[in-house]
């Protein structure tokens, strides 16, 4: 702006040397210098105007669902047919993983406290005021596949009806 300013008067001026002081400056001489000012400040102010970005709906967060925890049923074939190690890291994790965004939509705490609290054998049980449920999940599971596809039918089951 002060560059557009300084360039006006500057015209202003030159012109007005230029010109003889007897002949008065028309209209449209003393008008060129405001239309070209006009015209430096729709070029700079057109070059920074921007597009406004859409605004994203905020999410709400994720609620747990039963359909997630049906979805974990589905895989009992391979929990039957699979070694006790990968029922206890994928199914066994999962469901934990589920009952930590449960507890932590019931109650309000974070999910990396929840998670803590319930890894522990003393916080744990006192959490969920259920030590069954926290049997199920953080005690060693059975060795049969029968006893296992009851525990997570058990399991499913308890934290779809677990409530703070």
């Known amino acids: 702006m002060a560059f557009a300013s300084a360039v006006y008067v500057l015209l202003l001026v030159l012109l007005r040397s230029v010109i003889p002081e007897a002949l008065t400056p028309t209209v449209t001489l003393l008008a060129l210098p405001l239309v070209l000012l006009a015209l430096i400040l729709a070029v700079d102010l057109s070059d920074?105007?921007?597009v406004p970005s859409e605004t994203?709906?905020?999410?709400?967060?994720?609620r747990l669902?039963?359909?997630?925890?049906?979805?974990l049923t589905r895989?009992?074939?391979?929990?039957?047919?699979?070694?006790?190690?990968?029922?206890?890291t994928i199914l066994r994790g999962r469901l934990r993983d589920q009952l930590v965004e449960k507890v932590s939509l019931e109650t309000g705490m974070e999910k990396e406290s929840v998670k803590?609290?319930?890894?522990?054998?003393?916080?744990?049980?006192?959490?969920?005021?259920?030590?069954?449920?926290?049997?199920?999940?953080y005690y060693p599971?059975?060795?049969?596949?029968?006893?296992r596809l009851q525990m997570l039918r058990e399991t499913v089951d308890r934290i779809e009806s677990w409530k703070a």
């Open 116 to 137: 803590h609290a319930l890894a522990d054998s003393n916080l744990g049980p006192r959490l969920l005021k259920d030590l069954e449920m926290y049997k199920l999940l």
């Open 56 to 62: 994203v709906a905020r999410e709400d967060p994720r």
């Open 75 to 88: 895989q009992v074939e391979v929990a039957a047919n699979a070694s006790p190690a990968y029922f206890e």
């Open 141 to 147: 599971p059975p060795r049969e596949a029968k006893a």
């Open 65 to 71: 669902r039963a359909r997630d925890l049906q979805f």
């Open 48 to 50: 920074r105007a921007t």
